[in-house]
C-alpha cells in the first residue's frame, strides 16, 4: 500500500471513532461518531445524540489526532457517500413485511432471503428440509406416531424462523425510517452544559 493510500485508510471517518470537536464561541462536544449529514456530524455520549453543523466546527480530533478542517469536509463526505450507499442497498433488500412474514411461514428461510441474508436464509431451508424429509419417510414407512411431535418440532422452528424474518424486517426499516427523519428534519443541538451558540454573522 502507498503512502497515501495508507495515510487515507488511517485518517478515514468511520462510525465509532471518537472525536472532540472545538466550536465557534468557546463550546466543544466530545462523543462516539454516530453517522454523518452532508453538512454535520452526528455524535452520541451520555445517552444523547448531538448533530454538529461542520459550519461551527473550529478544529477537530479523531481517536486522539487532529484532523485540519479540509480533511474533515473531505472526509465527511466520503462517509455520507458510503452511507447513501449502504441505505440504498439495506432499501433494496427491505420488502413489505407482510410478504416477508407470509414467505417465511409457507417456508422458513425464504423470508431471509428477501432481506438479502442468504446465509441464514439458506440455513433455515436447510434445517426446513430435514425435517420435512423425516416426515415424509416415516409416512413412507407408515410409522405415524412420531409425526405429531415432529409437526410440534416444525411448527416451533417455523415460528422462531417467522420471528427472526420480521425483527430483521422491522429493524431495517426503523433504520431506514430514522435516516430519513434526521436528514429531513434535523437534530436539536446541545452540549453538556449548554446549547451550542449559532455561529456568528458572517459565518456561513
Known amino acids: ?3 497515501a493510500l495508507l495515510l487515507a485508510a488511517i485518517t ?24 454523518v449529514g452532508t453538512q454535520s456530524l452526528v455524535l452520541t455520549g451520555g445517552n444523547q445524540r448531538t448533530e454538529v453543523p461542520l459550519a461551527l466546527v473550529e478544529a477537530a480530533w479523531v481517536d486522539g ?6 480533511t474533515l469536509h473531505r472526509e465527511v463526505g466520503d462517509l455520507h457517500h458510503r452511507q447513501e450507499l449502504e441505505l440504498a442497498a439495506l432499501a433494496a433488500h427491505t420488502p413489505n413485511p407482510f410478504l416477508v412474514v ?4 409457507l417456508l422458513p428461510g425464504s423470508g431471509h432471503l428477501m432481506l438479502g441474508e442468504r446465509s441464514e436464509g439458506w440455513g433455515y431451508i436447510a434445517v426446513t428440509s430435514i425435517i420435512w424429509g423425516t416426515g ?8 405415524y406416531q412420531p409425526l405429531l411431535p415432529l409437526a410440534g418440532v416444525d411448527l416451533l422452528f417455523r415460528t422462531y424462523a417467522t420471528a427472526d424474518a420480521a425483527i430483521l424486517t ?3 426499516r426503523t ?4 435516516s430519513v427523519h434526521q436528514s429531513g428534519l434535523g ?5 453538556p452544559l449548554g446549547a451550542i451558540p449559532e455561529p456568528p454573522p458572517g459565518v456561513p
Open 1 to 3: 500500500m502507498s503512502g
Open 12 to 35: 478515514a471517518l468511520d462510525p465509532g471513532d471518537q472525536m472532540h470537536l472545538e466550536l465557534v464561541g468557546d463550546g466543544e462536544v466530545t462523543g462516539m461518531l454516530a453517522e
Open 65 to 70: 489526532a487532529p484532523m485540519d478542517l479540509p
Open 102 to 105: 407470509g414467505s417465511s411461514l
Open 136 to 143: 415424509a419417510w416415516l409416512m413412507y414407512s407408515e410409522n
Open 170 to 172: 422491522r429493524q431495517r
Open 175 to 178: 433504520r431506514l425510517g430514522l
Open 187 to 191: 437534530v436539536q443541538l446541545y452540549r
